[in-house]
């Protein structure tokens, strides 16, 4: 049984809660199985589980976009305490996201920067899996700099869907949210919002991450 980790799992589901009227823009993450099973526990910092009925991921449920209104530049907030990014458009609030930033070691670089990059099909060139000639993943999750691939195999960066580079070697993409930070410094987005930044970014907008 998959087990995720969430902080103050008491306000997270308050949040979920209060925002779900406001959540009807898709369906739910696909890029990984245990944000849709249902036999998925989330495991609070105060030892409590939580077992997830929706259909939708506690990650999808507190994101939301809603621009309608909106008018101005945009600009883009993550604060790694959070773990969310707050999008803003004329100084106002339209969009929030639950992220997963750099874990300790990798961690997300702190600053202001702007988005310099952006790729739709975008792959890793340092993380990833060996897999052999026919694509089968042989030894899953390594560092192309540091592990060595058996013989007949090669290195496969692990997918990033929606990319969007800000810093060097850093980006915000499409990824898993175990609820805390879990990256190798990039910025983790559910499938949905992910797609939503990518389409109404352009070059040049302001990232602040803050922690």
Request: aromatic fraction near 10%; include cysteine.
């Amino acid at each position: 049984m998959s087990l995720l980790f969430i902080k103050r799992p008491q306000q997270f589901i308050q949040v979920a809660l209060a925002c779900m009227a406001m959540l009807m823009l898709g369906a739910c993450a696909s890029y990984d199985s245990r944000l849709n099973s249902s036999a998925t526990q989330y495991l609070g910092t105060d030892g409590s589980i939580i077992t997830r009925t929706s259909t939708a991921s506690l990650a999808d449920r507190i994101s939301y976009w809603a621009d309608e209104s909106a008018n101005g530049p945009g600009h883009i907030v993550i604060n790694i305490s959070q773990q969310k990014l707050f999008y803003y458009k004329g100084g106002k609030l339209v969009g929030i996201s639950a992220v997963s930033t750099g874990k300790d070691g990798h961690d997300s670089p702190v600053g202001n920067f702007k988005v310099q990059k952006k790729e739709k099909e975008h792959a890793s060139n340092l993380y990833g899996d060996f897999v052999d000639a026919s694509g089968t993943v042989v030894v899953k999750n390594v560092d192309a700099m540091k592990d060595k691939p058996p013989e007949g195999t090669h290195f496969q960066g692990s997918s990033m869907p929606w990319f969007m580079q800000f810093a060097p070697g850093v980006g915000m993409h499409t990824g898993f949210l175990p609820g805390i930070p879990d990256s190798h410094g990039c910025i983790r987005l559910p499938d949905r919002m992910a797609k939503i930044f990518y389409e109404v970014t352009p070059l040049g907008t302001p990232v602040s991450v803050e922690k």
